[in-house]
């Protein structure tokens, strides 16, 4: 009865209809624009199933240098932890002997053996690792890549270096009593971390390609390694493994009753500044010869 007295004074109530027809296609068509079928293994968390190419474009715009350990962002967080642990404060002091009278408290001498025997690993298989990359790719790898083999053991001897000149410098007690070396900082901390860095983010691609590579490879493939093989942090799974292995290494340090945990905090950010530097030489290097190669 309301529609045909509106009707009688020449209002048309058909507008609601339309509208929502013309709503619900603009949806549709809406819906189908903005997702596609997902690529296998090929985009980050969707396998299978539908992607939208919104979150997907977020998603490429997150891995920003910043999250990148070659960056110089991390290279200043790393040197300004490194500034405030060689500090002589007493909070500091107070966290070293709190944790070491915990670690005399709860294991027996025997157990801090194996802690200590468990700090080399990492150490000496991540440098075992650069030794057998670099016979592996002055071999099979292209020349392009003796780059970063140079820059890699450069950077192993500016870090080994630099962790001698700063624990004369610093003169840090280790806690076991009777070591004539000094504890700050860590040797082996700062080794893992640099060596292992260098082991995941620059030599692992190259290594893999020259192993397991094809032949039949494009040819400016090999000639200019690409700008994610030389960013590889940005394998989550990559990052994990170069974390747990500092992490090993430095707790096993302080169980093993051979340094302060501010010795091996230390020597995790001097060896991350090492590497953050080493990484984005790197990648300056490789973008400027590519664009000359370009030109």
Request: hydrophobic share 40%; net charge positive; charged share 20%.
């Amino acid at each position: 009865e309301a529609r045909a007295a509106m009707a009688g004074f020449g209002v048309r109530l058909a507008w609601p209809r339309t509208s929502v027809s013309v709503i619900r296609t603009r949806f549709a068509v809406s819906r189908r624009r903005c997702h596609e079928p997902g690529v296998l293994f090929g985009r980050k968390g969707h396998r299978g199933g539908w992607v939208c190419r919104a979150s997907e474009n977020n998603g490429e715009q997150s891995e920003t240098p910043k999250r990148r350990v070659g960056s110089v962002s991390v290279l200043l967080l790393s040197a300004g932890e490194f500034g405030v642990l060689s500090l002589d404060t007493r909070f500091r002091t107070l966290i070293d002997e709190n944790v070491r009278n915990l670690v005399l408290a709860s294991s027996s001498e025997e157990g801090r053996g194996v802690a200590r025997a468990v700090s080399n690993v990492f150490p000496e298989f991540s440098l075992a690792f650069v030794g057998f990359a670099t016979a592996l790719l002055l071999i099979k790898g292209p020349v392009s890549v003796r780059l970063r083999l140079a820059i890699s053991w450069a950077t192993i001897g500016a870090a080994a270096i630099a962790v001698d000149v700063l624990k004369n410098h610093y003169q840090r007690t280790r806690p076991q009593l009777g070591l004539t070396s000094y504890a700050f900082p860590s040797g082996h901390t700062c080794a893992t971390t640099v060596c292992c860095g260098l082991a995941l983010f620059a030599l692992l691609d190259p290594v893999t390609r020259s192993v397991f590579g094809n032949d039949d490879d494009d040819a400016e493939e090999k000639v200019q390694p690409t700008k994610k093989s030389t960013t590889a942090p940005h394998d989550t799974f990559v990052r994990i493994m170069w974390i747990a292995a500092i992490a090993t290494t430095g707790t096993c340090r302080v169980l093993g009753n051979r340094h302060w945990v501010s010795d091996t905090a230390g020597g995790a950010a001097l060896g991350t500044a090492f590497l953050a530097v080493a990484l984005m030489a790197i990648e300056t290097i490789e973008k400027q010869t590519e664009s000359d190669a370009s030109e």
